[in-house]
């Protein structure tokens, strides 16, 4: 069975530093990963995804994630933080080559950003 | 273009009352998914359709819950008897290309039991 961690259920950085939100995966096969960011009261919005090509994805609004199947993680990053990324991500995963690609998700990371 | 509609965006209810939730995928996506958001957690899988039939309704949690996508497009997600616990964000989500993963999300409907 596939799941999804997401270590810290709230993090809080500064306007203008490092974001780093942490995903780890577990998949008895290749899987595909997500990355979706939640604003207050809209729908799920993809960030970026991997799908087995490169290892280092890049995304919209400045995020990237590395693939580290040693780590079974898949951590998301933005070098620096603006006021507008305060929201809610949720990492999930679904099974390349499955029947039916239904998204496992995390827990979510609710990302406050201080001025 | 139009991205994922869902209606209505709020319903409250009455405990064992009937209701139907609507989701209109984009146009063109074959495959829809139904997903359920309670509070502090990640969206949970419901069930999938493949053009007009469920091919996986393993997430359905009892059969107090059922979902139809007669013509292939539009979807409507029905809860009988309601109970307090049902309360959640229902949210449904389309696809194009099913192996790509890449599924697009309605803003959701919030369902109150009361």
């Known amino acids: 069975a596939q799941s999804v961690t997401q270590l810290g259920s709230h993090v809080s950085v500064s306007e203008g530093a490092l974001v780093l939100l942490r995903c780890n995966y577990s998949?008895?096969?290749?899987?595909?990963l997500f990355w979706y960011v939640q604003y207050p009261n809209q729908g799920l919005q993809l960030l970026l995804k991997?799908?087995?090509?490169?290892?280092l994805v890049k995304g919209i609004n400045g995020f990237e994630a590395e693939f580290k199947k040693s780590e079974t993680s898949f951590h998301l990053t933005k070098p620096s933080a603006h006021m507008s990324d305060a929201a809610e991500y949720f990492c999930?995963?679904?099974?390349?080559?499955?029947?039916?690609?239904?998204?496992?998700f995390g827990t979510g990371t609710l990302l406050a950003v201080q001025p | 273009g139009a991205g994922v509609s869902q209606t209505p965006s709020n319903k409250v209810t009455e405990k064992g009352k009937y209701v139907e939730l609507r989701c209109d995928p984009i146009?063109?996506?074959?495959?829809l998914y139904w997903y359920r958001q309670s509070l502090g957690q990640g969206p949970e899988f419901l069930i999938y359709?493949?053009?007009?039939?469920?091919?996986?309704d393993s997430g359905l949690p009892n059969d107090r819950f059922f979902a139809v996508r007669p013509e292939g497009s539009v979807s409507t997600l029905k809860i009988q008897r309601t109970e307090r616990g049902d309360s959640a964000v229902y949210l449904c989500?389309?696809?194009?290309?099913?192996?790509?993963?890449?599924?697009?999300f309605g803003p959701g409907t919030r369902l109150t039991v009361t």
């Open positions: 998949s008895s096969v290749p899987p595909y």
């Open positions: 989500a389309s696809s194009l290309m099913r192996e790509s993963g890449e599924q697009y």
């Open positions: 991997y799908t087995s090509a490169a290892t």
């Open positions: 146009s063109g996506h074959t495959a």
């Open positions: 359709f493949q053009g007009t039939g469920a091919a996986d």
């Open positions: 999930a995963v679904s099974e390349s080559g499955g029947a039916t690609n239904k998204l496992i």
